[in-house]
């Protein structure tokens, strides 16, 4: 899995540039629930909005059963919950002002969060499993 990371951070990295999105948004109460595989939405959306957000609940909705997490170099195996927990600590040590995503039609982004007065470079990976789409693994790191 983490040389699948790499070797697609380092073609994300190598081809143009996508344009970027900055979703600053209001916290949502409730999530979102994951969009069918076959809908024409945009998947990076709602997540994007999240992360914005720093809605650890409503991100958690998106997650897999079991997925890879590394926040600020610390890696894991994490289920749902765990990793709901991991990103609300994060969230709560640094408050997100803006999130942009780049590769928004893909099933993977890289973005960038301003949070807490600090830059992080933000990689999400999806699986589609049952026609809906997961975050499979998410990794949070300092610029």
């Given at each position: 899995m983490k040389r699948l990371a790499i070797v697609l951070?380092?073609?994300a990295l190598a081809g143009p540039v996508a344009l970027a999105q900055n979703f600053i948004l209001q916290k949502t109460s409730q999530p979102t629930p994951a969009p069918a595989a076959e809908g024409g939405d945009d998947v990076f959306?709602?997540?994007s909005k999240y992360i914005a957000a720093g809605n650890a609940e409503a991100l958690s909705a998106w997650f897999a059963?079991?997925?890879e997490i590394a926040v600020l170099a610390k890696e894991s195996d994490a289920s749902?919950?765990?990793?709901r927990q991991i990103v609300k600590t994060f969230f709560d040590n640094f408050t997100p002002r803006s999130f942009k995503a780049?590769?928004?039609n893909m099933k993977y982004a890289?973005?960038?969060l301003k949070?807490?007065?600090e830059t992080f470079n933000v990689t999400i990976f999806l699986s589609c499993k049952e026609d809906r789409?997961?975050?499979q693994q998410l990794k949070i790191e300092r610029l």
């Amino acid at each position: 899995m983490k040389r699948l990371a790499i070797v697609l951070l380092t073609l994300a990295l190598a081809g143009p540039v996508a344009l970027a999105q900055n979703f600053i948004l209001q916290k949502t109460s409730q999530p979102t629930p994951a969009p069918a595989a076959e809908g024409g939405d945009d998947v990076f959306v709602p997540i994007s909005k999240y992360i914005a957000a720093g809605n650890a609940e409503a991100l958690s909705a998106w997650f897999a059963d079991n997925l890879e997490i590394a926040v600020l170099a610390k890696e894991s195996d994490a289920s749902r919950a765990q990793a709901r927990q991991i990103v609300k600590t994060f969230f709560d040590n640094f408050t997100p002002r803006s999130f942009k995503a780049g590769r928004a039609n893909m099933k993977y982004a890289l973005g960038t969060l301003k949070a807490g007065g600090e830059t992080f470079n933000v990689t999400i990976f999806l699986s589609c499993k049952e026609d809906r789409y997961r975050i499979q693994q998410l990794k949070i790191e300092r610029l």
